[in-house]
């Protein structure tokens, strides 16, 4: 790739702890520079700092889509752009499709599906322009399931999940890696949805060849669960 992308540079929208802490910690340890999107410093930032890692952080509500352009536009303007985007913000709440409010509604999906589809329009271009990159959304199995007490959070997963693969459609010829990780399960420690366990998963998805590339990736837990640290 020419200098306007990075192939070794990750953006991680959604940098939290449990699995944006631990997609952090992977694609440090495999030597990356990464940026992450976050509303406050997140602890794993200093961590990975002390172990030498280069890490820089762009305060930023996903859900405002106004401010998360204005972060991000910078970014991928400069030399040296992300030329891996991970997605993983969401904003989830207990809420009923007959009851949940309009805002309740607008606020859910312009962090589930506005962000990404921000995200995708600032990505892809300078990406075009590099010849190739990776765009990857977290999904989830409320998309499959639908469970009545989470109805904001499932509609967005929905929507994200029909996101992630038009713009896989639409961006595979530019050679540009997008599409979806539904995760089937509750990410939790120590259980076959270790946070860990998906980090690696997502490591794999961005090193994978053009003709492996899917629409969608769909992980059902890990037969062993990683050690913990």
Do not use: C
Not at 118 to 135: E, N, S
Not at 205 to 217: F, K, L, M, T, V
């Amino acid at each position: 790739m020419p200098d306007s992308v990075d192939p070794r540079h990750l953006l991680l929208v959604g940098a939290g702890p449990g699995l944006g802490t631990a997609v952090a910690r992977r694609f440090a340890g495999e030597g990356y520079r990464l940026t992450l999107v976050a509303r406050s410093e997140p602890a794993v930032a200093q961590e990975l700092r002390d172990t030498g890692a280069d890490v820089s952080v762009l305060r930023a509500d996903a859900g405002d889509a106004e401010g998360l352009r204005a972060a991000l536009a910078p970014l991928f303007a400069s030399a040296g752009a992300p030329g891996v985007v991970i997605y993983s913000a969401a904003l989830a709440a207990f809420d009923d499709l007959l009851t949940v409010s309009p805002q309740q509604l607008a606020d859910a999906y312009a962090v589930d599906v506005i962000g990404a589809v921000i995200t995708a329009q600032l990505a892809v271009p300078p990406m075009r322009a590099a010849g190739g990159g990776t765009l990857l959304f977290t999904g989830g199995g409320f998309a499959d399931r639908l469970p009545q007490e989470l109805a904001s959070l499932s509609l967005g997963k929905v929507t994200l999940r029909a996101a992630a693969t038009m713009l896989a459609r639409r961006v595979r010829d530019d050679d540009i890696h997008a599409g979806s990780l539904t995760i089937l399960g509750q990410i939790a420690p120590g259980t076959p949805f270790d946070p860990d366990a998906i980090a690696d998963v997502y490591w794999t998805i961005s090193n994978e060849p053009r003709d492996a590339w899917r629409e969608e990736y769909r992980f059902e837990g890990a037969a062993e669960v990683p050690a913990p640290l």
